[in-house]
């Protein structure tokens, strides 16, 4: 099992970057997928997750409307496009699949950083 991210980088506040996740080693259309984030000095905040089948996604108050999670089963990838970047969204970003059906099932990617400057 693997995941890999990928992305990530420095940007500017107001700017944006495209973020991706490319999974091998399971059946990917039966994992929710989940963005997850560790700001500097931070707990871990889950960002983003959309499931396996329907697409349906949801996301943390603080970056609804400006990032977009989307996910290409045939490509075993998921996505997160973020745009109008913050200096809080500074943080390493992390890829999580969890099992739509038994959640205790669930493998982490090794994190992409993602730096905002003022």
């Known amino acids: 099992v693997q995941l890999v991210e990928s992305g990530g980088g420095l940007v500017q506040s107001g700017g944006s970057l495209r973020l991706s996740c490319a999974a091998s080693g399971f059946t990917f259309s039966n994992y929710i997928m989940n963005w997850y984030r560790q700001p500097p000095g931070k707990e871990v905040e889950l960002v983003a997750y959309?499931?396996?089948?329907?697409?349906?996604?949801n996301y943390a108050d603080s970056v609804k409307g400006r990032f977009t999670i989307s996910r290409d089963n045939a490509k075993n990838t998921v996505y997160l496009e973020m745009n109008n970047l913050k200096p809080e969204d500074t943080a390493v970003y992390f890829c999580n699949a969890m099992n739509a059906y038994y959640s205790r099932l669930n493998f982490w990617g090794q994190g992409t950083q993602v730096t905002v400057s003022n």
């Open positions: 959309i499931s396996g089948s329907s697409g349906t996604s």
